[in-house]
């Protein structure tokens, strides 16, 4: 079965061709929208800035277009001459000329701060043998019309007089048969159909070979526990790895074009695809980074610092694409300061659009940067307790003591009362024992040094905080309370310790004589004489000093 790198591989070598071909010098499709980018509405040739004289002149010869191309030239010379002279300036920028066209100025002024004269802009330089041929560009106007951007007359000077054979570029035309490269397809020479889907080809089998025999020599020299070795010895990171090798490779074979256009294209498209495949091959790298350090953070006893790492492995992948994008825009000539400038507007817009989601992500940062809670946490959030398990860039998310897992936004936590257990150095024993009302006064001084001696001499209490006191004479008992602090932090540590503490308060006050209260309440009922004129069981009324069996029972019961 056919592996997903290598179907990767082949889609993007039928991608990289298509485009190259249809970018291709010959390519009247290519040349016009290019063309009709670069012209101004002042000059139907596009000659009123510097970038757009050299491009459209490139693509007039590229057309063979001849008598259009001495339109981009300046100087007294014939038609014919300038259509001869525009061939080889052509034929000699694409042997030696190294310039990126894109960085050409798109300003009608051209570049103010290069040091030449306002109406003179520098394109480039190309050494021929041990002359040095510099290509400039002059703003020319005539009559009425705008100023436009020619080549100077200099230059043409220049280029006339080195020799003819100076100006040959393409070695790899001359030993083809003139049948390949007379004829064509599609706009496209024929032999081009062949030769730029073989390269792509051939050097897609060198990338793969480059990671096939690179990766168990990296996997046998690299500790896998080391942040490198977790790199290494993912298999997710096969795919942009050989994306990353095609690309420096076709940018390194580019340099090599037969013609300034061919190696402008190719070099523009290997620099995009370095980038997207170093995004990629970084964003594929931030989780098992950002997972190391958590469990090194767990294993170091540095929870507190989890959440901060969550919230920089968010902002480390936002930047990535925020980058790549970038550099894809400056590679295709984008202005980034007007670009940078849309990204404020646009950012301003979507912040009114997601107020909410801000507001989560800036209560992220509060919580990371004062650190009231931290994961692992046992905390109560408003009316919820549990184990904090998680801050994200969005939420928090608590687990309670039923196991189910409670999500609150950071914009919320950030402004609520959060009560953090975990940072307690001690935790609070206080407790009221009730003792029976038949407790004698000896009795009780006896509990209250009883119980005051074994929370001193306990090991586990703070002796200077511990204290036990009568505090009241209550409805059904009298209140002892008993107040310390246990020297414990854990929960469990503590439920054991006060176990043991309330076990022998009860032995304590059993050995003094007396014994714990139980809820009792009495209960007093008055019995009033039978009024005059009641009846007694036999239906008579009773007579003055007769006893009343009823009442008698009643007082009995009473008393």
Known sequence: MISRSRLLFAFVGIALSAAALAQSPASKDAAAPAQAAAQ??????????????????????????????????????????????????????????????????????????????????????????????????????RGKNPPIWLFSAETLLDVRELPAESARVSFIEELLPAMLVDNSFWGIALYRWVLVPSTLLILALLAWMATRLSGPLAKR???????????????????????????????LTAQFGYTLMTRQRW??????????????????????????????????QQRHLI???????????????????????????????????????????????AQKTLENVFGTVMLVADEPIRVGDLCRLGDTVGVIEDIGLRSTRVRTAERTLVTVPNGQASSMVVENFATREKMLFKHLVGLRYETTPDQLRRVLVSVGKLLSGHGQVEADSARVRLVKLGSASIDLEV???????????????QEELLLHIMDSVVACGTTVAFPSQTTYVAVAAPKSG??????????????????????????
């Open 221 to 251: 020299y690299v500790r896998p526990e080391t942040p490198l070795g977790a790199v290494v010895g993912r298999t997710s990171f096969v795919g942009p790895a050989r994306l990353l090798i095609f690309a420096v490779l076709m940018w």
């Open 483 to 497: 107040f310390a602090y246990v020297l414990a932090t854990d929960a469990l540590a503590y439920l054991k310790i």
């Open 534 to 559: 009641a009846m007694i069981s036999d239906g008579r009324l009773p007579t003055p000093g007769e006893a009343h069996p009823a009442a008698d029972a009643a007082l009995r019961a009473a008393s």
């Open 267 to 300: 070099s523009n498209l290997a620099l995009v695809l370095i980038a997207l495949a170093a995004a990629w091959l970084v964003m594929r790298a931030i989780n098992p980074v950002t997972s190391g350090l958590v469990g090194h953070m767990h294993s170091t």
């Open 40 to 141: 101004p509405a002042e000059d139907v040739l596009g000659r009123a800035t510097p970038h757009g004289t050299v491009l459209n002149f490139i693509a007039a010869v590229e057309k063979k277009d001849l008598a259009r191309a001495a339109q981009y030239l300046d100087g007294r010379l014939s038609a014919a001459a300038k259509a001869e002279l525009a061939l080889q300036l052509k034929q000699l920028m694409d042997k030696g000329l190294k310039v990126d066209l894109n960085s050409l100025s798109r300003n009608a002024a051209g570049d103010t701060d290069d040091g030449l004269p306002l109406n003179r802009e520098l394109i480039g330089e190309i050494k021929v043998g041990e002359n040095s041929v510099a290509i400039l560009l002059d703003r020319v106007q």
């Open 307 to 353: 959440a901060l790492v969550h919230l920089l492995r968010g902002l480390a992948k936002a930047i990535v694409v925020v980058t790549v994008l970038l550099v894809i825009l400056s590679l295709q000539g984008v202005n980034l300061t007007a670009a940078i400038a849309g990204i404020g507007i646009g950012g301003l817009a979507l912040a009114f659009a």
